[in-house]
Every structure is written in C-alpha cells, then in structure tokens.
C-alpha cells in the first residue's frame, strides 16, 4: 500500500516506474527480434540475421509454402483462442482514447503471438505493432495493478510503446514522439519526463543485448541546395497519393477476401499462398522490409518500380487476409523506392538538375511513412537519429509536410484510425475522449425519484407534495411506465379552482417522449437537456420498458461536464486537478 500511494503522489516515483518499464520492454523486444530472425532463418533456410527481404532464396518450394502453412496455423490458432475469448484486442491508442489507459496483457499477448508467427512466416507486415502492442500491455498491466490515476495510467502506456519503437529503432526521440502523437495524443510537460526515461532506457537495453544498427543509414551526409527542397515539395505531394493508395490497397483485398466462400480461419493460408506465388518472382516482398538499402537502390528503375507495386500488393495480401502485423517497416521500404525511383526519372527527364539521391530516397521514406503511420514529427526525428544529419531531416521534413497535408485534406485518415473507421471504433486518435462515454446518466442521476400515478387527482398531489416540498414530480402509468413530468408551479397555482383540483394528473403530464437512458454520456445527456428544456430528466431502463430508475438535473450534468474538462486541461498543463477520478 505504501509503494501504490507513493507512486500516486508522486512524479518522481512515475519517472522511476516508466524508466524500469522502458527497460523491461528493451529486454522483450530485443527478445522477440531475435525469435523472428531465428524463426525466418530456420523455415526459409537462410543465414542467421540475414534480412528476409534480402537473402537469396534457395528453394522455391519453401517460398511458395512457408506463408502458406504460416497462414493456415495462424488462421487454426486465431480460430481456437476465439473460443477462449472472443472479445476484440484494444490497442494503446484505442486504450488511451476510451479506456483510459486499460488493456488486457493476455490479450496483448495473443496480438504479439499472432504477429510474430506472421512475421516468422514472411508475411509482408512488420513487427512494430507486436512491439508496441507488448510494450503499452504490460505497461497498462503493471499500472492498473497499482491502482494508478487515469492520467498516469494513460502515460504509462505510452511509455510502453514508445519504449517499444526505441528498441526496435535504436532512436528514442522517434520513440518518444511516436508516442506522443499516436499513442498519447499530443505532448505535454506532464508526460515528457517519463516517456523520455522510458525511451532511454529501453534503447540502452537493447543495445546492451543485440546492438541493432539504424534502419536507415546510408554512410554519408547528404547535400540539400536550391532546387532539393522544391523536389522534396513535390516528392511529398506524390508520396502522399501513394500513402493513401496503399492503404486503399489493404481495405480491398481485405474485402476480397471476405467474398470468398471460404471459413475465416483459411483466408490467412490463402493469402500467405499468393504471396509464396507472388514471392516467387520478387523475394525481396517477404519479411517486413525495414528500408530500402543501396543494393535496392542500384537495381535500376524498372526493378525498383516493379518491387515497389510487388511490396504495395504483398502488404495488401498479407494483411487484408488476416495476418497480423503494421505498415511501419514496410511504409519506410516503400517510401525509399518511391524516392530513389523518383530520382531516376527526373534524371531522365531533367538531366543535370543536381538533386542529391540519398535525400530523395530519405525524404521518400519519410513522407510515405508519415502518411501512412500519421506520425510526421517521428518521421523526421527517425531520419536524424539514423542519419545524423540535420540538412537531410530537413529536406525530410519538407516532405512530411506536404505529405501529410495531402492525406489530412484527401483521406482524413492514417492507417490506425482508417481501421478503427472500418471497425466503427468512433475515434480518429488517441485523444481522451473516454472520460465523456464513461460519465453517463447512471452514473449523473440521483435516485430519490418523486412519482405519481396518472390516474391521481391533482388535489392528491398537492397534499402529497405541498408547496415548496418538490420542484419536479414525474407521471407514471399503472404498470410504473413513464409518462411525462409535472410542474410543480402549475400544479400550486393559487388560479385553479376546485373543479381543477379533481384532475387526473395524467393530464398535466408533459414531456412524455423526453427522457435518458443509463448508457447515455454526458454530450447526449446535455443535448437532450438543451432540446427539451427543461431542468430535470427521468433515466428509464430503456425506450420499450419505461419504468424510471433515477433523474438527472442540467445544473448537475453541467457542473460535472465543466469539472472534467478542468481536470483534462489540468493535466495537459501538468496539475494535479482537485477532484481528479483514479
């Protein structure tokens, strides 16, 4: 109990939490790394911590089956643990956003363990979704065990997946602004210090355990003059187009699939054998594709162009047939294709403009990963992490920009928040709006309820309720169903006669179709006050069955609506707000 009060109330007791979580999650995915490069080594016969993409497959069986059977086993293993639990698997931005923080680490497991057969098998998706998704799981575990406040629970499991992509990149800044605005929602002063000690700690861990070498190092700076940013400009609008292309790409075949007249379980093996096929003729589409290195770049503009629509069709089979897995590595590789064979064409048509390759290829990474991902500022931040090279970040940042823009403007979407639109998950980030679906009229209502039959007299009424005594009164049926609510001022005006007082109440009765529901949140709660105007509502348990549980004042939904929205702007600022909710 002390150690749960003392990490409650204390920051420093948070930052040392989130740097041991950092360091917990450098440790798993420096473990699962090498899981996957054992796993690929050993089913494709390749050597030990050679990249899939890049080896030279030997035996064309084991190409074309691997995905196959990894698919079958996938789609054999999905269907028996759905027996288990057939609930859907909340990611760290679907926690943050409306759960406050709250995932399941057997759940995140299961995600991980999907992911890595995936990947092991040479599905064309990358690891860093297992990553995160292991990260912010025990990192929402560890947290809720200790009871933490909603904000510091929220902040650990960004700390968690930004940990995570540290790890895996050796670039804790990306790491930490991945978090930031994917997982988090935005930066605050509140949540730098722990997610940055979770960062550092995680890349020191991993390091210290399997030394990983930049994905994308090219070995010597780059050189950005006049016309270069311009090209990063136009680089950036097309890249853009691309980014929604590809994610286009995965809804489609995802759809396809769904048309086949084939068990949900098959459609993995189906798909893992199309990209065996498609595998056959382009190797280097297996595996995630962490970047397109030199030896890619080299292979010339038909090469690069065909590997380029090969990967956007073998990233498209693999996950829209139920592989597990992200777009990260495989954005990146797409991205330096787009921008090296963006190169060779201007230098076809424009020769001797002076462009420099190694930024264009950067630059291409950057802006297709940004739109794909929807993380502009960790694009870059990558880029000048593994490139140390400030002129090239910012040519990179030219294109992000411009990237990002024309997704933002044209599709609305990154591939996280297009697949919640697709699951009709109402969220578009990470931002906390789980507070408004969790303060609902059950929780806002109070339960000493004044009722009246329909068929009472509105002499009845009056001695029931004298003067003063109640403000609303609610009319209901014989069988207890609602049926409107009664003005108390009217009842006690001094002008009505004694005939009047031999009035059923019933009669009275207005606002019949005005009234809440128990999972109403707060927004509808207020809406509803707004249309019907007046100054308390029934809560019933449902439209058909009208029986009245509670009543909800506007001057009460109010204050707690304004309440909460103290306390979030308190904690975007750092406070600790008064009447803060664990």
């Known amino acids: 109990m002390l150690t749960r009060r003392s990490l409650r109330d204390s920051v420093l007791g948070v930052l040392m939490l989130a740097g041991a979580i950092g360091a917990g999650v450098g440790l798993a995915v420096a473990m ?37 059977v990894g698919g079958l086993l996938l789609g054999v293993m999905v269907k028996l643990v759905r027996r288990w639990r057939s609930n859907d698997i909340v990611d760290p931005v679907e926690a943050n956003a409306l759960y406050g923080g709250k995932m399941s680490l057997i759940d995140s497991l299961r995600l991980t363990l999907a992911t890595l057969l995936s990947n092991g098998s040479g599905a064309s998706v ?46 804790p800044l990306a790491g930490a602004f991945y978090a930031f605005e994917l997982v988090m929602g935005g930066y605050t002063i509140a949540t730098l210090a722990p997610i940055g000690a979770a960062s550092v700690a995680a890349v020191a861990v991993a390091h210290w355990l399997t030394d990983p070498s930049p994905a994308l190092f090219f070995g010597r700076p780059v050189a950005v003059e006049g016309w270069d940013y311009v090209a990063c400009g136009v680089l950036g609008f097309l890249a853009g187009w691309l980014s929604i292309l590809a994610m286009q790409a995965v809804t489609v075949a995802e759809r396809g699939f769904r048309a086949l007249p084939i068990p949900v379980w098959a459609r993995p093996a189906l798909g893992g054998l199309a990209l065996g096929a498609l595998a056959l003729a382009v190797p280097q589409v297996l595996g995630a594709g962490p970047g397109a290195d030199p030896s890619q770049l080299a292979r ?36 330096g294709l787009f921008g090296g064979l963006a190169y060779g064409v201007v230098e076809l048509l424009v020769p001797g403009l002076g462009l420099d390759r190694m930024l264009l290829v950067l630059a291409g990474m950057g802006a297709v990963a940004a739109g794909i991902i929807g ?10 992490e593994a490139t140390q090279d400030f002129w090239a970040a910012s040519g990179v940042l030219i294109g992000v920009v411009v990237s990002t823009t024309v997704v933002r403007q044209a599709f609305g979407y990154s591939f996280a928040t297009w697949r919640f639109h697709l ?25 000493d309820v004044k009722t009246i039959l329909t068929t009472q007299t509105l002499d009845t009424l009056r001695r029931l309720h004298p003067l003063g005594a109640a403000k609303t009164v609610f009319a209901v049926e ?54 019907a105007e007046v100054e308390a509502l029934p809560v019933v348990t449902s439209p058909t069955d009208r029986r009245i549980v509670g009543y909800v004042t506007e001057a009460y939904a109010l204050r707690r609506y304004s309440q ?9 600022l750092g406070e600790r707000s008064l009447y803060g909710r664990d």
């Open 32 to 68: 699962l790394h090498e899981t996957v490069v054992w796993t690929q080594s050993f089913v494709f016969s390749v050597a030990h911590g050679q990249d899939l993409g890049e080896a030279a497959l030997s035996d064309p069986w084991r190409t074309l089956l691997v995905p196959a």
């Open 126 to 171: 990358g690891m860093e979704a297992a990553y995160t998704q292991a990260g912010a799981g025990i990192a929402s575990t560890l947290g809720q065990k200790l009871h933490l406040r909603r904000a510091d629970l929220r902040t650990l499991v960004g700390c968690g997946a930004a940990a995570a992509i540290s790890a895996a990149y050796g670039a």
């Open 300 to 335: 010339g503009l038909e090469a690069m162009a065909v590997l380029l629509v090969a990967k956007i069709v073998a990233s498209a089979l693999s996950l829209g047939s139920g592989f597990r897995g992200g777009l990260f590595s495989a954005s990146l590789l797409l991205g």
């Open 375 to 384: 993380a502009p500022v960790t694009m870059v931040l990558l880029v000048l």
């Open 423 to 447: 699951r009709g998950v109402p969220i578009r980030g990470a931002y906390d709006v789980g507070w408004v679906s969790e303060l609902t009229a059950m929780r806002l209502m109070r339960g």
């Open 478 to 531: 014989p069988d207890g169903s609602y049926a409107g609510i009664i003005d108390m001022g009217a009842v006690h005006d001094p002008s009505l006669g004694d005939e009047d007082a031999k009035t059923p109440v019933g009669e009275l009765a207005k606002h019949a179709d005005d009234f809440l529901r128990p999972g109403d949140d707060v927004r509808s709660v207020l809406q509803r006050f707004c249309s």
């Open 564 to 572: 909460e929205l103290e306390r979030q702007r308190g904690e975007e």
